[in-house]
């Protein structure tokens, strides 16, 4: 499995404003994915961030409106940019870890956000 | 592109008792994994039980088991010996060998009854 944490874990932020979400995990990984889930909502991928690479966005999802870092294996920021009140979900960051053959995604405890 | 249906929006059962939620996918992919998540309403996602589609057997974890119907494209999850705290939403999800993006259902809402 994997431990990861978010900080932080609830926030209420004004229209207009930016919020960066970490992510953090207990050992390096090569790819980190950053989900948005809408209230009352299933998940949806916002992007894939690598290493040393710029991150791979989902249609719908622009660099503009969730710039992401990744300064390292165990690491990574999600920003808000410019929020508005349609921003207010829970951000989930998730890591992948292989055993055997079989792939799992493990999630962090999710960030939820209200934009007033 | 691979799809994920859970039909069942809401279910409510009495504590002790069984419980089967429904999962149908939607793919062109023979070898693949799947997935039942459950998310309390501390949000937090965690990982019930997962399915290689190459094995033919029934995944089981403790009380939790699935019945994993790979030409019908179902992968249903039996709570045995239903607890308060499985309360959750239970989200399917499915993943193509090799990829990296999940595709999850629409959820579940599982509420156990005292």
């Known amino acids: 499995s994997a431990v990861i944490s978010q900080k932080p874990s609830r926030d209420i932020c004004q229209r207009g404003t930016s919020l960066t979400i970490q992510c953090q995990v207990d050992?390096?990984?090569?790819?980190m994915f950053w989900y948005r889930q809408q209230p009352g909502q299933s998940l949806t991928l916002i992007a894939t961030a690598n290493q040393g690479s710029e991150a791979t966005y989902e249609s719908g999802f622009v660099i503009d409106k969730f710039p992401i870092s990744r300064p390292n294996l165990t690491f990574s920021t999600l920003t808000v940019s410019n929020m508005s009140p349609e921003d207010s979900s829970i951000y989930l960051c998730?890591?992948?870890?292989?055993?055997?053959?079989?792939?799992?995604?493990?999630f962090g405890p999710g960030t939820r956000l209200t934009v007033l | 592109a691979q799809t994920v249906t859970q039909s069942q929006p809401e279910m409510s059962v009495q504590e002790a008792e069984t419980v089967t939620l429904s999962c149908t996918y939607d793919?062109?992919?023979?070898?693949?994994?799947l997935f039942w998540y459950k998310q309390p309403p501390s949000r937090q996602m965690i990982l019930v039980i997962r399915q290689e589609a190459y094995k033919q057997q029934n995944a089981t974890e403790n009380r939790f088991s699935v019945n994993f119907q790979k030409a019908a494209k179902s992968f249903s999850l039996k709570i045995s010996d239903s607890q308060l705290g499985d309360t959750a939403m239970y989200f399917c999800?499915?993943?193509?060998?090799?990829?990296?993006?999940?595709?999850f259902g629409q959820g579940t809402r599982l509420t156990i009854n005292p």
């Open positions: 793919t062109s992919e023979n070898n693949y994994y």
């Open positions: 998730s890591v992948s870890r292989t055993s055997g053959y079989t792939d799992t995604q493990y």
């Open positions: 999800a499915f993943l193509p060998r090799g990829a990296q993006k999940l595709v």
């Open positions: 050992s390096q990984v090569t790819m």
